[in-house]
């Protein structure tokens, strides 16, 4: 199952809301997990099952979807947002990830 | 505290093999399947394995499928991976992680260069 990501980076002030998108090659249900990467740094989870919030995860994050288009949402990016996202397939094997989307300081 | 810590990375020559070792604490090691997976210089993450909570089934990336092969200690709590007939372009950062919901908690990586 391949996921595309879009866009592939994007540039944002503190403060805006953006959108990344994320699209399944088939219907993977809610089976779709989205990750932060900071630099040097290894994954953390942010969201599980499209739109299940990971304890800890401060509420501006949130992920909506079903079948093959998943979005994950932040708003109001904080310094800390400014990483890299990936979203990953756990409905079939093998696992996948995206592409990653750079989400970078404008 | 959940900690994942992963060792046994290092630089080998092509055709060569490395065992990883990835030590688990914190955590019901016998509840959750354990992955690894790895991120090569300046690219995305790539799955590579998984073994289930009771290491009775086995899934593996095509590009590693006879050549690498997960396993897990549930008396040491330790996840490995033997690799086997290396290849310059398994050269990559390499991540265990458990699975509760997504991939919840990861270790912090271990690179293996593979280069003559």
């Known amino acids: 199952i391949q996921l595309t990501q879009s866009p592939s980076s994007l540039s944002a002030s503190v403060g805006d809301s953006v959108t990344i998108t994320c699209r399944a090659s088939?219907?993977?249900?809610?089976?779709l997990a989205w990750y932060q990467q900071r630099p040097g740094k290894a994954p953390k989870l942010l969201i599980y099952?499209?739109?299940t919030l990971q304890s800890g995860v401060p509420s501006r994050f949130s992920g909506n979807g079903f079948g093959t288009d998943f979005t994950l949402t932040i708003s109001s990016l904080q310094p800390e947002d400014f990483a890299i996202y990936y979203c990953?397939?756990?409905?079939?094997?093998?696992?996948?990830f995206g592409g990653g989307t750079t989400v970078e300081i404008k | 505290q959940v900690q994942l810590v992963e060792s046994g990375g290092g630089v080998v020559q092509p055709g060569k093999s490395l065992r990883l070792s990835c030590a688990v604490s914190g955590v019901t090691f016998s509840s959750y399947g354990m992955h690894w997976v790895r991120q090569a210089p300046g690219k995305g993450l790539e799955w590579v394995a998984l073994i289930a909570a009771d290491g009775t089934s086995l899934y593996y990336l095509d590009s590693v499928k006879g050549r690498f092969t997960i396993s897990r200690d549930k008396y040491t709590k330790t996840l490995y991976l033997e690799m086997n007939s290396l290849r310059p372009d398994d050269t990559a950062i390499y991540y265990c992680?458990?699975?509760?919901?997504?991939?919840?908690?990861w270790g912090q990586g271990t690179l293996v260069t593979v280069s003559s």
């Open positions: 992680a458990n699975q509760k919901d997504g991939l919840d908690h």
């Open positions: 088939e219907g993977i249900s809610r089976y």
């Open positions: 099952s499209a739109s």
């Open positions: 990953q397939q756990l409905n079939g094997y093998p696992l996948t």
